[in-house]
């Protein structure tokens, strides 16, 4: 028996001898293939660390964390901005932990040259991107490379100067309907409103009607598409805020994600039907052999018309699940972003009555002995002094303040500067509107002089000068003081000569270049007929509240943007 055992052992052995000495093999050939990696990008982001040099580096929170978690999406944060673009002037290296870094841009100088480049060479980041991608799919804002290329030259169409004309009036309309119910809501005691609210359901209603030919009756009524579409950027939002949540396996098992899905497959059902409704009307016009002959003779009305009547250079269109992107794209960009425009130009133009009285002159003059209040698309030109104020709320307040690119090769920047391939690029078009070497008189300095409390008085703060010039007089005060500062809000900056000997790239609310916003034109018409017919109508005075901006996919403010209205009466000829 015991000889058996002996020659049993004898044979098992060896063999599990060998067996555990080829899974060592395995387990050292493993982590020397993981150490030589590691080993890899240690090299590779020592090497981008030594290059990036050449570029300012802010405090750090430490070797670990770099910059995380110190820029935040806050009044702070933006803040911050300011104090940066004051120190760095142009631009400055940013890390975000040990293997992320990102250089941040806002001098028009710098991020010229980017906004600039081919975009042969020119990607969106993942980073910042990639959360939008499920809902967004492969459309104009997300893609990169000739897939881009050939989307933007068949969407150019959809913008061009012919088909906004017929926009215009929709723009009329959709105000029309939410001055209406202002007026109801005043007429009832609500004469306070959240401009943020109240417009985005506006421009929700016009970007329907030109995308889609949708009557959404949206302003009046609850959707379950536009509840899909709010509840979609708010998620967003969360999900760039929590670091867990970027795990794309975290996140599709989490609440927030599977509420994500629901959303998306809402708005995907959406659109597709009415594209696919569409197509199928198209097909019964006419026959698909003659569609590419007749599409210029055909009278288009809408996003969805110009893009199934599209063809490229070889005759091919975009098919339905390429038009379905490009129509939620359109839906994502089109209503947030003038929104906030519209938003903030309301609040600049209430916090100065004297711009709000000058541009309401013009808009009278302009519409001095017509039958009806519609601006049309020609008035849109003669509005010199409205638009100047436009323009000038976009710069202290972009809807958008910043836009991330990466590069295929090394880009190089004033000073000799070389970004290398593969940085994220962060340029702050907040940072660069508000860079005191390009835009004199950022802000205006305040003095609250504490005084006394006296018999019967309410409260010993009182405003005792607004002082433009600070350190000159500073001296001069012996009570004492809180100092205050604001943005100044100059819309003769935008005046022609002003603007003479100014960088082309100093002012770009649309992002520049082959990448900038393809819908720059629609929004800047929305933005001119809203405003117009705004102060034609109302006069507006802000809530004596604090306004905190709020930047998240796009700027807002927390807790609302609220304004008071008062109905005027139209002017008699």
Known sequence: MGYKLEGLLSHVLPSSIASWGVLQLCVLAVLLVLLLRVGRLLLKYSSNIRRLRCFAQPPKRNWL?????????????????????????HSCAWFLGPFYTLIRLFHPDYIKPLLLASASVTYKDELFYGFLRPWLGQGLLLSNGEHWSRHRRLLTPAFHFDILKNYVTIFNKSTDIMHEKWCRLVEEGQNCLDMFEQISLMTLHSLLKCTFSYDSNCQEHPSEYIAAIYELSTLVVQREHRML???????????EGRRFRRACAMVHRFTANIVQKRRAALNQQQEPEQQSRSSKAKKVTDFIDVLLLSRDEDGNGLTDEEIKAEADTFMFEGHDTTASGISWILYNLALHPDHQDRCRAEVDALLQGRDSEEIEWNDLSNLPYTT????????????????????????????????PQGNICLVSIYGTHHNPDIWPNPEVCAVFVMLPVESGRTSSLQLSALIWSLWKLESQLTAPCLYLSAKVYDPMRFDPENSKGRSSHAFVPFSAGP?????QNFAMAEMKVVVALTLLRFRVTPRDSEVRRLPELILRAERGLWLRLEPRIPPKD
């Open 65 to 89: 964390l770099g910059h995380l978690g110190i820029m935040r999406n806050t009044e702070e944060g933006l803040q911050s901005v300011d104090e940066l673009v004051k120190t760095y002037k």
């Open 245 to 255: 949540y970027h795990w794309d396996w975290l996140y599709w098992r989490t609440d």
């Open 388 to 419: 100047m104020c436009i323009k000038e709320s976009l710069r202290l307040h972009p809807p958008v303040t910043a836009v991330t690119r990466r590069f295929a090769q090394d880009m190089t920047v004033p000073g000799g500067r070389v970004i």
């Open 515 to 519: 990448r900038n916003c393809i819908g």
